[in-house]
Every structure is written in structure tokens, then in C-alpha cells.
């Protein structure tokens, strides 16, 4: 079994920059490929970006491709996402959550399970 918990979150300018690190505890981290997502209040969550097990393999949405890099430590249990460019729109609640479906869709939430509590994440324009 893995557990997650993100931090890292906080307050920064549009323009900035944030890492956001999620720890695993669970001698199994190294065998899944793990997510981030984000959620606003009152829509649904959405992908942002995935990280293959061994770290060889990411994705991003279209809306952080280019600002965002996901990458991970498997001696530290831990992935992370780096925000750069950082615009009010990226405000949001962000969560890692392992990926546990075999269809090879990674921008489904629901092909995602063990969820951490989140960090927020607010862009001051």
C-alpha cells in the first residue's frame, strides 16, 4: 500500500515559480506511475501531469506543457512538480494520486486511486 501527501503550496506572483513535493510511504512507490491533478471549487478535478514509474515516461495537459515538469526520486519515495510561469489560472488545490489502470489513458481521473489530502496553490496576478 502507498500513502501520499503533497506539500510545497503557497502563495506566489504570476510570473513565479513553486515545487510542489509529494511523498510516498509504502515500500512500493518504485512500481507505480503516479500523477498530479488540480481542482477550483466547483469544477472537476483535472490532469496536469503523469510521471512513469522509473520516471523515463511523462505527459502533461496542454494548458502546462512547456511550464510545468513533473519528475521523481524513487530512493526519496517522493515526485515532484515544478511550476514555472506561474498565471492566476494555475490556482488551485493540487493532489498526487497513483495510477492504477491498465488502459494506458492517463487523463482520467478515475484510472487514479490513493489520492493525498493536497497543497494549495494560489497565483496572485
Known amino acids: 500500500q502507498v500513502q501520499l501527501q503533497e506539500s510545497g503550496g503557497g502563495l506566489v506572483q504570476a510570473g513565479g515559480s513553486l515545487r510542489l513535493s509529494c511523498a510516498a510511504s509504502g515500500r512500493t512507490f518504485s512500481s507505480y506511475r503516479l500523477g498530479w491533478f488540480r481542482q477550483v471549487p466547483g469544477k472537476e478535478r483535472e490532469f496536469v501531469a503523469t510521471?512513469?514509474?522509473?520516471?523515463?515516461?511523462?505527459y502533461y495537459a496542454d494548458s502546462v506543457k512547456g511550464r510545468f515538469i513533473i519528475s521523481r526520486d524513487n530512493a526519496k519515495n517522493t515526485v515532484y512538480l515544478q511550476m514555472n510561469s506561474l498565471k492566476a489560472e494555475d490556482t488551485a488545490v493540487y493532489y498526487c494520486?497513483?495510477?492504477?489502470?491498465?488502459?494506458?489513458?492517463?487523463?482520467?481521473?478515475?484510472?487514479?486511486?490513493?489520492w493525498g489530502q493536497g497543497t494549495q496553490v494560489t497565483v496572485s496576478s
Open positions: 494520486a497513483t495510477y492504477v489502470a491498465s488502459s494506458g489513458v492517463y487523463y482520467r481521473r478515475e484510472n487514479y486511486d490513493k
Open positions: 510521471i512513469s514509474s522509473g520516471g523515463g515516461s511523462t
